[in-house]
């Protein structure tokens, strides 16, 4: 079975998924929400605003804090979504199967990851469509919008990696959903007692996915912050691909 092939097999697993729909409904509708009331109060401030030359514009007040509150709400949906990748196929026995079938280890985690990865990027494009559909009457910065849709889309990106991961390790999905969700915050606060000490450098902050989101959130795009998120990815996926190869040896 080819990499295509994984990649279709798990696309339409994740269809036919109610969760996956479920998920998505219940997010847009938060996110919708959100949209409406941070709308609401731009329009509210909006003369005010417009006195000042420098002030903040519609993608800094509406856009941005809108994909801000997207990437909170993905600590929670991603760990959902990805925990019966592997953990899902290792529950009901279909993991020997597609050993059996002769597929590598890494195409196995790679089609599944690619898939769940295009689920997230879909789900953006979503999102991203509310602030966009008003962009007509006003002056956005595009280049801001840009830049918090590459971090949002990075931290998606490495999210879908760490859920694939750990559920790859799990033997059950809710363990695998349980130990993303706590790696992801993890990785996200590993850097808060560094900064309540007064701390701003040095690794601690380094490994801190905050660190290198938060930029991008605020305009700044630097290549640092984007391999950070490529090196999290590549561990991330190396180790699922090391322990399903370590399972396809056993088997």
Not at 19 to 37: E, I, N, P, Q
Not at 195 to 220: D, F
Request: charged share 10%.
């Amino acid at each position: 079975m080819s990499l295509a092939a994984m990649f279709r097999l798990e696309c339409r697993r994740l269809r036919v998924q109610p969760l996956a729909w479920v998920l998505l409904a219940l997010s847009l509708a938060w996110l919708g929400w959100c949209f409406t009331r941070l709308l609401g109060d731009f329009l509210a401030s909006e003369i005010k605003l417009a006195a000042q030359p420098d002030g903040p514009g519609y993608v800094d007040l509406v856009a941005v804090p809108l994909l801000g509150q997207m990437a909170q709400l993905a600590f929670l949906v991603v760990p959902l979504l990805a925990m019966s990748t592997l953990a899902g196929e290792r529950r009901h026995g279909t993991l020997p199967l597609l050993f059996a079938a002769g597929v590598p280890a890494s195409r196995i985690v790679l089609g599944k990851y690619f898939a769940l990865l295009l689920w997230l990027l879909l789900w953006l494009a979503l999102v991203l469509a509310m602030p966009l559909t008003l962009a007509h009457a006003t002056t956005p910065d595009w280049g801001k919008l840009a830049a918090a849709t590459l971090g949002v889309a990075l931290m998606l990106a490495a999210l879908a990696a760490i859920g694939v991961a750990c559920s790859s390790f799990a033997s059950h999905p809710a363990l695998a959903a349980a130990a993303a969700l706590v790696i992801a915050l993890a990785l996200w606060s590993v850097n808060l007692g560094a900064q309540m000490a007064g701390v701003n450098g040095g690794a601690i902050n380094w490994l801190a996915m905050s660190t290198h989101l938060q930029p991008l959130l605020r305009g700044l795009v630097s290549s640092a912050d984007i391999v950070w998120f490529a090196l999290l990815i590549v561990l991330a996926l190396a180790l699922a691909t090391r322990r399903l190869a370590t399972d396809k040896e056993r088997n």
